[in-house]
């Protein structure tokens, strides 16, 4: 039996291959552009592009597990050619933004929603992880940091609930090896409710220096994330930290509460990523 990653560049997804691969199962590493894969000796790289539904056949040859990134471009033709080649369980990596209010319209959630229907559409079984905000999304200050410039913030006190991506990799992998997640949703956060003021402050001992905090309002912050992506996700993005303003995030699940080990902290991810806040 082979386990088909796709999205196989991606940070939780080269975790996924690792630990399938240490655990002697046969993996299948699958993206648009297989030749920039690195992937462990004894793991075959495939394509699947999912703009062309020619490369879906070889990729899904002999496979039984997916793992699967949410892109709804040919989305239906993927899963066709999955339900023809006798996959029996797609893993998918959606969100927890597909469970708020008007889900559909929303650009945050709109990506995950579609892919989670088409597989609920199909006669495929699903188990659908759905992570709130990844601790590695804290990357996005690194400039400021690394220029010992104040962090800009609409919302500082804003409350998330961050997981490490690597809690994410270890669900996936249940989910793809064991049966206690099978044909589940499950809505993943990490252990602690921060505020981003809080984890900046995490940060700060992680790196042993001062990172103040400029807050800003809600229009700067809209002209300068604008620089780096669309107007509706940005307005989505600061509608999100708006609502969570008022209050402690909600812990859902994590490894904790389903695999019986402790979940990894926002600390522990601070300390073990420092190295990505350089001074300049």
């Known amino acids: 039996m082979t386990i088909l990653i796709t999205g196989a560049r991606g940070k939780v997804a080269q975790a996924i291959t690792d630990r399938l691969h240490s655990a002697g199962l046969t993996v299948r590493a699958a993206s648009a552009h297989p030749a920039e894969l690195t992937v462990p000796d004894g793991v075959e790289v495939a394509e699947l592009a999912l703009d062309r539904p020619e490369t879906f056949d070889s990729a899904l040859r002999d496979v039984r597990q997916v793992f699967l990134y949410p892109e709804p471009a ?3 033709e993927l899963v066709k050619a999955a339900e023809t080649a006798g996959v029996e369980h797609v893993v998918l990596l959606s969100s927890s933004s597909v469970l708020g209010p008007d889900a559909e319209n929303d650009p945050l959630a709109g990506h995950s929603l579609q892919v989670e229907r088409a597989l609920a559409d199909s ?3 699903c188990t659908f992880l ?4 990844f601790a590695s ?3 996005g200050w690194a400039y400021f940091i ?3 410039m104040p962090v800009p913030l609409a919302y500082p006190d804003a409350h998330i609930a961050p997981i490490h ?3 994410i990799a270890d669900i996936a992998v249940e989910a793809l090896t064991g049966t206690s997640l099978t044909g589940r949703s499950v809505t993943l956060t990490g252990p602690d409710s921060l505020t981003f003021r809080e984890q900046l402050a995490v940060l700060e001992d992680a790196l042993g220096r001062r990172i103040p905090v400029e807050h800003i309002t809600r229009a700067e912050a809209e002209q300068q994330m604008g620089r780096h992506m669309p107007a509706p996700m940005v307005a989505s993005l600061l509608d999100l930290w708006e609502a969570a303003n008022h209050g402690p995030a909600a812990i859902a699940d994590t490894t904790q509460t389903l695999l019986g080990r402790p979940a990894r902290t926002f600390r522990q991810w601070a300390h073990e ?3 990505a806040f350089p001074q300049h």
């Open 74 to 76: 040919g989305i239906h």
């Open 123 to 125: 006669d495929l079984t």
């Open 130 to 133: 759905r992570p709130d905000a």
């Open 137 to 139: 999304n804290s990357l």
């Open 146 to 148: 690394g220029r010992s």
């Open 165 to 167: 991506p690597e809690d």
């Open 273 to 275: 990523n420092s190295a």
